[in-house]
């Protein structure tokens, strides 16, 4: 479904991805971590079309996006949560939502057809009674769901969330969890960032590490764990203390 062959990306002198190759098939939850600054973030931003690679190219069903815009990216059904929610603060929680149901897969265009799915998509990130209030009055929690509900709402085949669970306390974990696990059920390939290693061996079939921009690992989640490079640059204490 997705392949990424040999993406660079450059900030003046650092390169903040270097020659990175990964392939998804549909259906897959694969993980994406690696220490803070590896990489990961760039490597959405690159994929979905928010920043240019320096070199490389991004295939999509079978379709080159590489040098696609993002709104472009996201009407063919690649979704992306961002790393820092930024819902628009002055619209209410569904607005919000029906923002990305105009800018995403769906084509619904009118507010009659788009409203029942943007509700149906606040039911299911447990938001559905906050569904007037607006995102400014949220709680950073419930914006970080809100930031979910509206990847979702374009309907997309492909979702990429950027560190959703962060901050989120040990109960919310497995629900969180439990979600992803639900979305992927309901016919959506996932790729997450994040930090908590739980979370990504529970939910994910597949691995990938960053590391300083590179690719360092790929696995089962149980190979991950146990690999001393991996070890090494990142998971060391992490995985330990878990
Ligand atoms: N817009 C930018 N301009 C300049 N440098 C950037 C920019 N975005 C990212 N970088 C740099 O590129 C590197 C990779 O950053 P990136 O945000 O992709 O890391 P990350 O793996 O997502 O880290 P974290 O786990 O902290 O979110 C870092 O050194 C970062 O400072
Ligand atoms: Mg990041």
């Known amino acids: 479904m997705l392949q990424v062959k040999g993406i660079s990306k450059a900030f003046g002198g650092l390169m903040a991805l270097n ?9 897959e939850i694969v993980g994406l971590i690696g220490p803070n600054g590896s990489g990961k ?19 999509f ?21 961002f790393q820092l929610v930024r819902p628009f603060p002055h619209l209410t929680t569904l607005d919000n939502v029906l923002a990305g149901c105009l800018f995403g897969h769906a084509g619904m265009v009118t507010r009659k057809t788009a ?3 943007a509700q149906a998509v606040l ?12 995102a400014r009055d949220l709680t950073v929690m419930e914006r970080k769901w809100l930031e979910v509900a509206r990847a979702l709402a374009g309907r997309p085949k492909l979702l990429l969330l950027d560190e959703f669970m962060a901050g989120l306390n040990s109960a919310e974990i497995p629900q969180a969890v439990d979600l992803v696990k639900q979305l992927n059920a309901s016919g959506i390939t996932i790729i997450i960032v994040e930090h908590i290693i739980k979370a990504i061996t529970n939910a994910c079939g597949r691995v990938i590490v960053l590391n300083a921009g590179e690719k360092l690992a790929e696995g089962s989640p149980a190979e991950i764990v146990e690999n001393p490079q991996v070890i090494a640059a990142y998971l060391g204490t992490r995985y330990a203390d878990r």
Not at 19 to 27: Q, Y
């Open 19 to 27: 020659n990175v190759s990964f392939t998804v098939e549909a259906g």
């Open 41 to 59: 973030s760039t490597c959405f931003n690159v994929i979905t079309g928010f920043m240019p690679e320096t070199s490389g190219s991004v295939h």
């Open 61 to 81: 069903n079978g379709k080159d996006i590489t040098h696609l815009p993002a709104h472009e990216v996201a009407r063919r059904g690649l979704a992306r949560t």
């Open 115 to 117: 409203v029942p799915h």
């Open 123 to 134: 039911e299911l990130v447990g938001l559905a009674d906050k569904k007037q209030v607006l």
